[in-house]
């Protein structure tokens, strides 16, 4: 009785390693997606809607959800006239805050930190050009996260749960 | 005007420094920034000047000098980090920011291949003007402009800084809210230049009364027309007429039988008559009021009301 409870325990807790693994692929894909679509709709607001910085952040505030809508509301906060916190360092420390702890690469995570940088506030063209740029990188990399995670979930789970068998094999 | 307005003017890092100006903001007039040279305020009437700790003093000698790189903190500031938003106002070699506050810009133009003026780069002057709502300031025309009830199509008249947009929105307001002369009526305001209402997302920062619809950032010719069949006003107000095309937007609403308030720059009645486009207006009747206003003593005040032949009402 105590051998089966304890294969079950085994098997349980290797399935449960390889979901959260599994998850994790998930939420990095989700977590993707989200940033290139606001740096959609950031092109949007800039080039259609001509909004300036700050108020483009007061809108993604409101049509983001959790960690994001927190984010662009501080910046938005923070750079408004009657604060005039300077936007690249509102927007670099907020991001960088919002960012951490994801499971984002390093790349991933300066396109969008450091995008104010590659801004130059200047012309309306340019502006949403530079945004559609480090959109498209994003893009191209949640299409590859989002196919790796296809390939690698089932495999993780189905090695998982091997491992768990092996192991109670193993131990029996 | 609180002190908090004047202070949002600037960047966060700059505050301290302008806390005393700031603290007159009821009579700051004007802000000028021109690179290498002494920082100087218009408070009261009177120019002023700012040294390295933001004191005022009256000595050019003792002023901050500003450099390039301070005046282009203070407009990326006030474009919010966000020139492009602010490219057509730009172009125009003003921009205008929360409150209706206009900033004057002056440096380097850029033209297009057709040589009109695409941009503005190497921004070294820079002129801010301290928006002021004077509630009353349109008390002692209001008598005049009414007629059984009915508000009549009136024109202010002045040099610039001579108080015709401070004028205009509280004409706007007393007309939209009603007075002793007259009840309220629906106003609609074409802001090409935010300044009359100020508005800030869209929402007017400055009381223009509660019956008055603000098109905000809409060039004064299209904006009439869009006003008219969206809006139904029974007033049309505009800042500012420039050009033949205002004015024939202009007559187009009067005959749709809106009543018009608008200002023009000139020095007198007579200086307007030498604008075509004015002079124009003024043959087709198309105003029955003119209000000269100037700031000869310093204060702005009206110096002549007539009629629509130009005939004096008071003097």
Not at chain 2, 118 to 125: M, Q
Request: proline share 3%; glycine share 10%.
């Amino acid at each position: 009785m105590y051998k089966l409870i304890g294969v079950f325990c085994i098997l349980a807790g290797c399935a449960g390693w390889g979901n959260t693994k599994a998850a994790m692929e998930k939420e990095r894909v989700r977590h993707l997606r989200t940033l290139f679509h606001i740096l959609g709709q950031m092109r949007g607001e800039v080039s259609y809607g001509k909004h300036t910085l700050p108020e483009i952040c007061l809108l993604l505030s409101e049509l983001n959800d959790d960690r994001y809508k927190t984010c662009f509301s501080r910046i938005y906060e923070q750079t408004r006239e009657e604060n005039g916190g300077d936007f690249l360092k509102v927007w670099e420390t907020e991001m960088g805050n919002c960012l951490e702890g994801l499971l984002l690469r390093e790349d991933e995570r300066e396109t969008m930190t450091g995008l104010p940088k590659t801004l130059n506030f200047r012309e309306e063209g340019g502006q949403s050009e530079r945004i559609g740029l480090a959109e498209a990188f994003l893009e191209g990399r949640y299409r590859q996260a989002e196919e790796t995670y296809e390939n690698r979930s089932k495999m993780i789970r189905s090695v998982s749960i091997l491992t768990g068998l092996l192991l109670a094999m193993i131990l029996l | 005007m609180r002190q908090e307005e004047v202070l949002c003017l600037f960047p966060e890092r700059v505050r301290d420094r302008w806390r005393e100006v700031a603290a007159c903001a009821e009579g700051l007039q004007e802000i000028r920034f021109r690179v290498g040279m002494p920082l100087s305020v218009w408070i009261e009437n009177r120019e002023r000047f700012v040294d390295e700790q933001g004191k005022i003093v009256d000595r050019p000698e003792k002023a901050a000098r500003p450099v390039p790189e301070e005046l282009e903190e203070v407009v990326k500031h006030l474009c919010r980090y966000s020139v492009y938003a602010f490219a057509d106002e730009i172009r125009q070699g003003f921009l205008t920011v929360q409150g209706g506050h206009r900033i004057g810009l002056a440096g380097q133009v850029v033209l297009d291949g057709e040589g009109r003026i695409k941009n503005i780069k190497y921004i070294r002057y820079l002129n801010i003007r301290i928006a002021h709502q004077v509630r009353g300031a349109a008390d002692p025309v209001i008598p005049h402009i009414f007629e059984e009830g009915r508000v009549m199509s009136t024109l202010l008249v002045s040099p610039p800084g001579g108080g015709k947009t401070t004028m205009l929105r509280d004409l706007i307001r007393q007309v939209s809210e009603g007075t002793a002369y007259g009840d309220g009526v629906n106003v609609s305001v074409v802001d090409e230049r935010s300044e009359i209402a100020g508005s800030y997302l869209g929402v007017p920062q400055n009381d223009v009364g509660i019956r008055t619809d603000v098109l905000d950032g809409c060039p004064k010719a299209e904006g009439m027309m869009l006003l008219i069949r969206s809006m139904a006003p029974q007033v049309l107000a505009v800042d500012e007429l420039g050009s033949i095309e205002d004015v024939q937007a202009l007559q187009m609403a009067g005959g749709c039988g809106c009543r018009l308030l608008a200002t023009v720059h000139g020095g007198s009645l007579e200086e307007i008559r030498h604008k075509n486009y004015m002079r124009y207006v003024m043959e087709k009747g198309l105003f029955e009021r003119y209000v000269v206003l100037d700031r000869r003593t310093g204060v702005c005040q009206v110096t002549g009301i007539y009629d629509g032949e130009g005939k004096p009402c008071i003097n």
